[in-house]
C-alpha cells in the first residue's frame, strides 16, 4: 500500500443526506452521531439527513453535524486497516484529524467544535464581515493587494497556487477584491456568515485558547500538519499551540499539500462529505492519487485501487 495520507473537510462541504449510507451500514458511525448530539445538545441526525439545508450550513449546527461525518468516515477507515503517514484537516477538519493522529479523543473533539461553532456565530453576528474567493493571482499577490486596501482583510484560505480567500470586515473586503478585478483576476463573494480567520473572529480565537488549554493532548501517532503553518509536526505542544492560533489565522493548504508531498505521500484520501478537498489538491498537485471516501462503494473503490 502506498504511503497515505487521510484529510478532512470542514464548512462549505456539507449537503442534506451527508453520512447517511455510511451510517446504515456501519453501525460503529452511529455511534459517532451519539456523541456528538450529546456534546451539542442538538438533532445533527436529523438535521444531516432531513435538513432543511438552510438549518443545517447555520455555524452552530454545521460544525459539529459536519465533523460528525468526518468521524464517522475516518472509524470505517480506520476499521479497514488505513495507516496514514500524515493527517490534515481544512479549518474545522483540523478537528477531526488530530483525532485521527491521535492527539485528542472523539469526545473532546466533538465538545470542541461544537463550542467553536457558537463562539463564531457569535462573533459573525457582533462583528459582520464578508469572505470572496480570489483567483488568477499568486498567494503573495493576493496578500499584497489586501495590505493595499487596508483596513481590516487579509487572507483566510491559501486554497490553491491561483485561488486564495480573502476574509475581514465587508467593506475592506471588496476593496481589496476591486484592487484583484483591476488587476485582471477573478473575484467571487462566498456565501458565509460570517469572516472566518479574521481578526473579527478574535475574541472567539480567545475563548477557544481558554478551552483548548483544559485539553490534554497526545503525541500524534503520524505527522498532523496545523493549519497555520503547514509544516508537519508530531510535537502535542506544537499542535495545541498552533490550534489555538487557527480562527483568525490563515489556512496554508498549498502549504500542507505540498508538505505531504515532500514527506513522500502518493496518495490523499478526503474523508468526509462531497470532494471539495480532493480538487483543490488536484489543483496543486495534478498527478496525484486522491479519492474522497464517505460511503461504503466509495471506500471499497478506495481500498480496491489502494490495495
Known amino acids: 500500500m502506498p504511503k497515505i495520507a487521510v484529510v478532512f473537510p470542514g464548512q462549505g462541504s456539507q449537503y442534506v443526506g451527508m453520512g447517511q449510507a455510511l451510517l446504515a451500514a456501519l453501525p460503529p458511525a452511529r455511534e459517532v452521531f451519539s456523541l456528538a448530539e450529546e456534546a451539542s445538545g442538538l438533532p445533527l441526525l436529523r438535521l444531516c439527513q432531513e435538513g432543511p439545508l438552510e438549518d443545517l450550513t447555520q455555524t452552530v449546527n454545521l460544525q459539529p453535524a459536519m465533523v460528525a461525518v468526518?468521524?464517522?468516515?475516518?472509524?470505517?477507515?480506520?476499521?479497514?486497516?488505513?495507516?496514514?503517514?500524515?493527517v490534515a484537516g481544512h479549518s474545522l477538519g483540523e478537528y477531526p484529524a488530530l483525532v485521527a493522529a491521535g492527539v485528542i479523543?472523539?469526545?473532546?473533539?466533538?465538545?470542541?467544535v461544537s463550542l467553536r461553532g457558537k463562539l463564531m456565530d457569535r462573533d459573525a453576528a457582533a462583528n459582520p464581515g464578508a469572505m470572496a474567493a480570489?483567483?488568477?493571482?499568486?498567494?503573495?499577490?493576493?496578500?499584497?493587494?489586501?495590505?493595499?486596501?487596508?483596513?481590516?482583510v487579509q487572507p483566510a484560505n491559501y486554497n490553491a497556487p491561483a485561488q486564495t480567500v480573502i476574509t475581514g470586515r465587508?467593506?475592506?473586503?471588496?476593496?481589496?477584491?476591486?484592487?484583484?478585478?483591476?488587476?485582471?483576476?477573478?473575484?467571487?463573494?462566498?456565501?458565509?456568515s460570517g469572516a472566518w480567520h479574521s481578526p473579527l473572529m478574535q475574541k472567539a480565537g480567545e475563548d477557544?485558547?481558554?478551552?483548548?488549554?483544559?485539553?490534554?493532548f497526545g503525541a500524534p501517532v503520524c505527522f498532523h500538519l496545523p493549519n497555520t503553518t503547514?509544516?508537519?509536526?508530531?510535537?502535542?505542544?506544537?499542535?495545541?499551540?498552533e490550534l489555538m492560533r487557527q480562527l483568525t489565522s490563515p489556512v496554508r493548504w498549498v502549504q500542507s499539500v505540498e508538505a505531504m508531498l515532500a514527506m513522500g505521500v502518493e496518495a490523499f484520501i478526503e474523508a468526509g462529505p462531497k470532494n471539495v478537498l480532493a480538487g483543490l489538491i488536484k489543483k496543486t498537485a495534478p498527478e496525484a492519487k486522491v479519492y474522497?471516501?464517505?460511503?461504503?462503494?466509495?471506500?471499497?473503490?478506495?481500498?480496491?485501487?489502494?490495495?
Open 70 to 86: 468526518d468521524l464517522a468516515v475516518w472509524r470505517a477507515l480506520a476499521q479497514a486497516g488505513i495507516k496514514p503517514a500524515a
Open 230 to 241: 503547514g509544516r508537519p509536526s508530531q510535537d502535542p505542544a506544537e499542535v495545541q499551540s
Open 105 to 112: 479523543s472523539e469526545a473532546d473533539c466533538l465538545r470542541l
Open 292 to 307: 474522497n471516501v464517505e460511503d461504503p462503494p466509495s471506500l471499497e473503490k478506495a481500498l480496491a485501487e489502494l490495495a
Open 134 to 152: 480570489v483567483m488568477g493571482k499568486t498567494p503573495e499577490e493576493v496578500a499584497e493587494l489586501c495590505q493595499k486596501a487596508g483596513g481590516v
Open 170 to 192: 465587508s467593506e475592506d473586503v471588496a476593496a481589496a477584491g476591486k484592487l484583484a478585478k483591476e488587476a485582471g483576476a477573478k473575484v467571487i463573494p462566498l456565501k458565509v
Open 208 to 216: 477557544m485558547r481558554a478551552a483548548l488549554q483544559e485539553i490534554s
